[in-house]
Structure formats: C-alpha cells, structure tokens
C-alpha cells in the first residue's frame, strides 16, 4: 500500500520579521458613531492657559547715574559745611576775636580856600587812635588803604594810613595828613556858612578802607578789608586852626 507524501508548509523566517507599516484597517474605517475618540473633548486634556505678565520698561541708566552725581555732590557740600563750621567754632572758642575800636581825637584843618576858577583847595591832619583788644590776634595794616572826609555828597580831602603792624591788646595813634581839591566849590560854601549858622555845627563824614590780615598765633590769614564810618560834628571850618570836635561816633564792618 503506498502513502500518499503530505507536503506541510514551510515557516519563511524573513517573513516573520516584517513588520506591517501601515494599519490594516484604515483609521477611518475604524470611527464609531460618536465620532472620533481622538478628537472628543472629554477623552482629550485642557491646555493650561498663561496669564500676560507685561515687562517692566528697562530703567534709564543715564538718569540713575546723574541722580547719584547730584546726591554725591550734595554730600560733599554738606561735610564741607559741617567742617567749615567746625573749624571756625573752634577758632573762635580758641581766641575769642573781639572787633577792633576806631576813634577820632583831633582834626585839623591847614587848608580851606576857594579859588579864582571856583574850586575849593583843603588840607587836613586827622589824629586816629586805633585800639585791638584781642590777646591772641594781631592786624597787619597793608599799603592800598584809603581815607576821605565829606561834606554831604562832597568829597573835600582824601589821604592813606600808613603800614605797620598792631599786637595784642594793643593801642596805636595814626597821624593822617590829606589833601583835596573839590571843582565848582560855591555851592559847596554857601551851604557850609548856612549849616554853620544855622545850627551852630558842621557834619563830616570819614570813611577809612583798609586792607588788613589777620594773624591768629602764627598762622597769617588771608588778607581782607576793614570799613570804618565815622560821624564827625564839628563847630566850624576854619583855615589853620585845630578844630573842634563836638561828638564823633564810628562804625566797623568786614568785608572779604
């Protein structure tokens, strides 16, 4: 009896190892009746939405830095202000600065005539009596000094105060000679006669511009400028004759 051979297939290994590419079933065979599950909104998760935060401007540097200038420079000013102040507090407690006195003692007129050409040529000696009642500062009296005498808006005679130098508590006598000539005087002559009989007194007017320095131990200061006014009534203006001083008051300010 023969057998009929059975042929069994043979297992291709190749075959096996091919992956299918593509799905069998199209996608959109594969769409039930509510659609597709890909899009459903329930089996899909929310996107978190950001809020806008807008950014803030950039700062100006140029502004900052000039801020910082202006404070720093307001910082410096004030420490240099509290210094000055400082030094000066001290100073002054130091040598306790009292102000120098000023008086006139005598005056003499050695000239007082009106010329042809209406002018008015004068001459007077002043005696100043300067006092410094300071115990630690001395006065240095510079050249460059002015004196004058007027009469109302006239000015009659002008002169300088010698240089010297004035100690502690110290009381100097100054002799001062000036000299003057005043143009279209009759005016000037007239008033004085009226003054002088009216009143039976002539006022005068001294001013005294000094430069001086101050000298604090044995530091020399800058140099800076003594003022000094003086009221002066006296009983006439007479040619070569000392005249009388009736009251006399002065002033005494400082001027850098």
């Given at each position: 009896?023969?057998?009929?051979?059975?042929?069994?297939?043979?297992?291709?290994?190749?075959?096996?190892?091919?992956?299918?590419?593509?799905?069998?079933?199209?996608?959109?065979?594969?769409?039930?009746?509510?659609?597709?599950?890909?899009?459903?909104?329930?089996?899909?998760?929310?996107?978190?939405?950001?809020?806008?935060?807008?950014?803030?401007?950039?700062?100006?540097?140029?502004?900052?830095?000039?801020?910082?200038?202006?404070?720093?420079?307001?910082?410096?000013?004030?420490?240099l202000v509290v210094v000055v102040g400082a030094t000066i507090g001290i100073l002054y407690l130091v040598f306790k600065?009292?102000?120098?006195?000023?008086?006139?003692?005598?005056?003499?007129?050695?000239?007082?005539?009106?010329?042809?050409?209406?002018?008015?040529?004068?001459?007077?000696?002043?005696?100043?009596?300067?006092?410094?009642?300071?115990?630690?500062?001395?006065?240095?009296?510079?050249?460059?000094?002015?004196?004058?005498?007027?009469?109302?808006?006239?000015?009659?005679?002008?002169?300088?105060?010698?240089?010297?130098?004035?100690?502690?508590?110290?009381?100097?006598?100054?002799?001062?000679?000036?000299?003057?000539?005043?143009?279209?005087?009759?005016?000037?002559?007239?008033?004085?006669?009226?003054?002088?009989?009216?009143?039976?007194?002539?006022?005068?007017?001294?001013?005294?511009?000094?430069?001086?320095?101050?000298?604090?131990?044995?530091?020399?200061?800058?140099?800076?400028?003594?003022?000094?006014?003086?009221?002066?009534?006296?009983?006439?203006?007479?040619?070569?004759?000392?005249?009388?001083?009736?009251?006399?008051?002065?002033?005494?300010?400082?001027?850098?």
């Amino acid at each position: 009896m023969s057998h009929d051979p059975k042929i069994h297939p043979v297992h291709d290994p190749e075959a096996a190892s091919v992956r299918p590419s593509a799905p069998l079933v199209p996608r959109a065979a594969s769409r039930s009746e509510q659609g597709d599950p890909a899009k459903d909104p329930l089996t899909q998760r929310p996107e978190r939405s950001i809020p806008y935060t807008p950014l803030a401007p950039p700062r100006k540097r140029g502004r900052s830095c000039c801020c910082r200038c202006v404070c720093y420079t307001l910082c410096l000013l004030l420490l240099l202000v509290v210094v000055v102040g400082a030094t000066i507090g001290i100073l002054y407690l130091v040598f306790k600065p009292k102000l120098p006195d000023y008086s006139i003692n005598r005056l003499q007129l050695t000239q007082f005539a009106l010329n042809q050409d209406s002018s008015l040529s004068t001459a007077f000696n002043v005696t100043i009596t300067a006092k410094n009642p300071n115990e630690k500062i001395g006065i240095y009296y510079e050249n460059g000094s002015k004196i004058t005498v007027w009469y109302t808006q006239a000015k009659l005679s002008q002169g300088s105060l010698p240089k010297f130098y004035q100690g502690h508590e110290n009381t100097t006598v100054i002799y001062v000679e000036m000299t003057g000539q005043t143009r279209d005087a009759t005016d000037i002559m007239t008033t004085l006669r009226e003054q002088q009989q009216r009143t039976g007194n002539i006022p005068l007017r001294l001013r005294v511009n000094q430069p001086v320095r101050i000298k604090l131990g044995k530091l020399k200061l800058m140099k800076v400028r003594f003022l000094v006014r003086c009221n002066v009534f006296v009983d006439s203006l007479a040619a070569n004759n000392v005249i009388k001083i009736q009251s006399s008051s002065c002033k005494f300010r400082l001027r850098l």
